[in-house]
């Protein structure tokens, strides 16, 4: 077993209708962690799922979602917070934050103050429960209607003004590959303490035509998966590595069996 | 009559099926320059088109496009020279580069030296030739398949070891609104008189389900036009304005209607 396998987590969503307490005895047969989201949480209960995961063994990597707060109502504020709530009862270090979209009759620069703000309001709330804000930068293609931070130098940016064990970032390769300036900034995310979260998806071409659920499994793609997981441990990260995978076809499969497959290619693209 | 209208430049593929030496015509009679692309030119003829153009009193603002040498072999090279020979001929100031994909069995970066190869080895040529090479990042959805620039900092990077006459960068709102450096980065762009050839195209969300073909009518999206134009402005830039969409709806309709339609959003959101 190679080390990167016994880092492995399994987020959810790459088997997505699979029965979550199911996925999570997977996880526990063999050793993997989980990413977990609040939706199947709360269909499953939170007392129940956080019981499920402590009795296993099995680490929560991190929970998704919070975020969409560019318009950082009280409303959008308080959300947020049962959602740190809920990574804390998991015993997740992180809650992965997809920060939103431009607003109706807004700019892209009011959006991206509506997530600093967000922040402020969120931070010192987070580190009270143990818990780190995860910026994850979403690719470009996602700025207008989904996630306004659309680089990991944005994220750290946004993190900067707050401590480190409070707002970190999330490295994912699908949504960052093609930055020129992704290894600067995987280094600089790495020296300033603020890795939360690393996960792979693979970059597929031609690009699917509904592109939120195009992600590619680990080596269908030209990721190099390999070069980004020894850059992140590079900078002493330590911590586990999700696969989470927006995919149909992978969607419309059974879960045991996708997981099983993701294992194997995490195995493979990591060897 | 704005300053900025009469800046405007219709790029020939924003009405893909009209026929070129028509679109010309348009341009002529209301005083716009035009936007060219080789294969419609060559259909036409090249000496024909240089001729109409002349005569008409037309400025081609830019010829499409050169570039797609990631692997930059003898012939690729051959064929940009002789993108450049048309470019002169037409008397266009800039030949717009798409960089081209990462190759099968190669790298992101290995694609990203040979744009580097291929760029030293045309830059001389252009330059004798009096044409200016126009890099020109794409939205990084394109990066895997189409270009492996993809931002606009990315691009000045690549121009730098050249002198600004031969190698500089397209400014395309479509393709880098979304980066949080782009202000600086067009800053950065005038300071270096690397700006080329400054264009527009509109952000529609949700995004077309054919990304290619998805280019939003200015003001019908979500990106700053006049902020742009300002920003480009004020670097000291005063060449003219191209409007480039790519669009199937547009693309259905009658050329001289998508004309008119255009240079009037452009009036509009500029004004």
Redesign the interface.
């Known amino acids: 077993m190679s080390s990167f396998l016994e880092r492995f987590s399994f987020n959810h969503a790459t088997a997505k209708f699979w029965d979550q307490s199911e996925a999570i005895e997977a996880c526990a047969r063999t050793g993997s962690g989980i990413g977990l989201w609040r939706e199947p949480v709360q269909e499953q209960g939170l007392a129940a799922t956080a019981k499920q995961v402590r009795d296993a063994g099995v680490q929560v990597t991190s929970l998704c979602r919070g975020g969409f707060f560019t318009d950082p109502t009280p409303a959008a504020i308080e959300e947020n917070k049962r959602a740190v709530d809920e990574t804390a009862e998991l015993g997740a270090p992180a809650l992965v934050l997809v920060s939103g979209?431009?607003l109706e009759g807004g700019?892209?620069d009011s959006a991206?103050e509506g997530v600093a703000e967000a922040l402020a309001a969120l931070a010192p709330y987070a580190a009270e429960r143990g818990v780190t804000l995860a910026i994850e930068p979403l690719?470009?293609?996602f700025?207008?209607?989904r996630c306004v931070v659309?680089?990991l130098?944005?994220a750290l940016?946004l993190a900067a003004p707050h401590p480190a064990e409070a707002v970190g970032v999330v490295v994912d390769t699908y949504h960052i590959?093609?930055?020129?300036?992704v290894w600067n900034d995987i280094a600089r995310a790495g020296a300033e303490g603020r890795i939360a979260s690393f996960q792979l998806a693979d970059?597929i071409?031609?690009?699917p035509?509904?592109?939120l659920t195009g992600r590619g499994q680990l080596g269908d793609?030209?990721i190099?998966m390999r070069r980004y997981a020894d850059a992140v441990d590079a900078t002493g990260f330590t911590g586990p590595i999700e696969v989470e995978l927006f995919n149909d076809d992978l969607w419309a499969r059974p879960g045991p069996e996708v997981f099983e497959e993701t294992r194997a290619a995490f195995a493979r693209v990591l060897s």
């Open positions: 979209p431009i700019t892209l991206r690719h470009p293609m700025t207008s209607d659309a680089t130098g944005q940016d590959w093609w930055d020129p300036n970059w071409t031609p690009l035509a509904g592109v793609g030209c190099e």
